[in-house]
């Protein structure tokens, strides 16, 4: 096989410069690379039953050396391939390449990933028998996987007490220095609370039905773009003319209901609508609106990172309307399924760096003030969750608080708007609390008290 010339699709020199160094160099940082590698990522069948021979010795926390590895290799079946191992040993390199190779045995594997799929493709479409949106769909997903895993695994860093508090104080300097900025919503008194939001972080948003859960979340991706981030909208609920129409209602400042008549719209709310359409526009903004799987919403988020050049944040609207992996295995109950969900999501938010804002519904009807144990179908929401906010629209002047608001409260209803409290109901790292907003049904929009 070693005969073989070194093509694009492989290449035999760098497998077994690899494989020689971490079987002569027992050094942490050196060993540590096996936590990158797998077996099907090297070409040469003997490295790759080496490099399992030596996964499963660090998996068992045993030492790679030669000699374990001829022990395991025999346990495996695989002793025929000793003299491939104690020759790559022999050949010896300086560790300080071993990145260097494992980066060309990276691209080699991606290459050969790339020739399967396009295989597929190319004999799936001369099968007149199969829908070509399934091919397609089929060979998003592959290649989606394909870029996800193509990624090297983060740099092995430093645990001690000591490296993690001063990667905390750098942390702290870059955001003090304005070289790591939180998302800030706009809304004073709320960011107070939240102290902004990070990379990796959830936002959940509760609410009953009807109470403004896609406004509050449109209110803060309007916020978020305006201050020239990059965003993802995945709407399980309503299709992506529908939301787009609740986005030209926000940014045009013309009436929701307006917008199911058309016919009797006047000129200069087209000239609004036509300069909210050109407004959101220049936005960096992507909808999904057929996301059902969180692998789909990953897809999604690599495709949007890639086109804009970067992500920020994405909202899911809302979780309960998400449906498990097919391949994630079968689950018990919807409650299970939504935590396995929950768990996915956070994941993936620490994963991509962005902040992800969940819609949640709640458990119950009713007046009162929802509280956190609500959240509809899991407690493993709350878990996951970072911060925690409920929307409460109190419908009797009795139930306002303050009641100093209460004057507020009739005004707002008079004019057809609602006095919304925005319950922080769990706060990671901020401070539990209450803001109060004005919400405006017809507009979409979410506003400052008086603003």
Known sequence: MNGEANSPYFDHAAEKRVVGILLV???PRVQ???DELEPDMFHDIPAAQVIKAMKQLRAARHGVDLVTVNDQLSK????????????????????????????????????????????NVTYASADATQDPKTILTDARTRLANIAESAAPAQEQRDGSA????????????????GRIKPLKTGFNELDKLTGGFFGGEI?????????????????????????????????????????????IAAYGGVNAMRLRQAETLTENEWD?????????????????????????????????????????????????????????????????EVGKISRELKILAVEQNIVLIVLSQLNREGTERPTINQLRESGQIEQDADMIMLLYSPQRADDVRPQEMIEQW??????????????????????????????????????PIGG
């Open 272 to 336: 609004a609508i036509a300069d909210a359409v050109a407004y959101i526009g220049n936005q960096r903004l992507w909808i999904s609106e057929r996301v059902r799987t969180v692998d789909q919403l990953r897809n999604d988020l690599l495709k949007a990172r890639e086109k804009w050049g970067g992500l920020d944040f994405a909202v899911v609207d809302y979780i309960q309307l998400m449906g498990g992996s097919s391949t994630s295995g079968r689950v018990e109950n919807r409650n299970q």
């Open 76 to 119: 495996n079946g695989d002793a025929g391939v000793l003299d491939y191992a104690v020759d790559a040993a022999g050949d010896w390199t300086p560790p300080t390449q071993i990145g260097e190779y494992v980066s060309i045995i990276r691209q080699c594997h991606m290459r050969r990933q790339l020739r399967i799929v396009s295989g």
């Open 32 to 34: 540590d690379v096996l």
């Open 162 to 177: 000591l490296a993690v508090s001063v990667r905390a104080m750098s942390k702290l300097q870059d955001q003090a220095t």
């Open 410 to 447: 009739r005004r707002m209803t008079a004019h057809g708007s609602r006095l919304v409290e925005c319950i922080l109901a769990k706060a990671r790292n901020g401070t539990n609390g209450v803001t109060l907003l004005e919400f405006v049904p017809g507009l979409m929009r979410y506003l």
């Open 203 to 247: 936002l959940v948003i509760g609410a009953r039905p009807g109470t403004g859960k896609t406004a509050i979340a449109l209110e803060l991706t309007r916020r978020f773009l305006e201050t020239g981030k990059a965003g993802l909208f995945a709407s399980l609920e309503m299709s992506d003319t529908q939301l787009a129409n609740r986005m």
């Open 25 to 27: 160099e027992p050094q």
